[in-house]
């Protein structure tokens, strides 16, 4: 689905606004659990799903409202399942970290780190014995790379030649960890050579250098040429969850980080290059503000599930929950 410079700075706005909003709830002690903001990341999201169509698939991890979003999810059931409620996308049983719709080839988040990788490599192999051109893409973090779960999917990845893209969001920290501290090569795009697989390093604050990286490897593996890893540098702006104090990083770390905005950027790559007017973006800027408050009060006001509906959709094409 091919977006026009200015969608994409909508779908960059609509996850920006999404965070700051629902972050907001939190302090207020209206989110349930914690929540993993994707503030910062946002250019990576939309640049990896801008030319993905419905027949392609993503798989997400535990900070995946920035994947949903770019790949088509529709707003107010989105933040609904974020809230638990019973009108969300899978009826308020996936709530933060578990949302999918797989009429959108959205497969779905996960909670554990990178399970997901795997998840994606059989989806492209479906994709592949398909033969319809359908690719995989699947967001994970650096700190997953160190899992076995990595090594395992780019392994078969290549051998079999999957049309499977692996996205890692590269944002200096894995929960409280420095990445830097665990490993000794610290682009983990190198790896993908002893794989026999191709791999970009991409600057993941610019949305457009992240479509590009994105555009070359869908290519490839819509040719049938195999999987691609892409390293996306970027960062998250605030802690692992919403309350993390970051005690692991400097003020001034994220304030050079924050300089880097990838909206802020994009922005005024449109003003200054494209030639858009500010008054177009202004416009833009306030009726996202108001789609996503409009989706926030539709979900505070929706209806938490029935509990006797909680054994119902267990297994596929199971109705309502029997008798207890």
Known sequence: MTQDPISLYRSMLEIRECETQLNALFAQNKFPGYIHSYLGQEACAVGICADLNERDYVVSNHRGRGHY???????????????GKETGICGGRGGEMHAADPELGILGGNGIVGAGMPIAAGAALSAQMDGEGAVAAVFFGEGASNNGSFGETLNIAA???????????????????????????????????????????????????VRAAAGRAYARARAGEGPTLLELKTYRWGGHFEGDPRKYRSKEEEAEWKALCPVARYRAHLLDEVGVEGAQLEALETKIAAEVAEAVEFALNSPLPEPRSALSKVFAGSGAAPDC
């Open 69 to 83: 979003l770019a790949k088509g999810m529709a707003l107010k059931p989105m933040v609904a399942e974020m809230l």
């Open 159 to 209: 051998a079999w030649k999957l049309p499977l893209v692996m996205v890692c969001e590269n944002n200096l920290y894995a929960e409280m960890t420095p990445f830097a501290d665990t490993v000794a090569q610290p682009d983990v795009a190198a790896r993908a050579a002893g794989y026999g697989m191709e791999s970009e390093v991409v600057d993941g604050n610019d949305v457009l250098a």
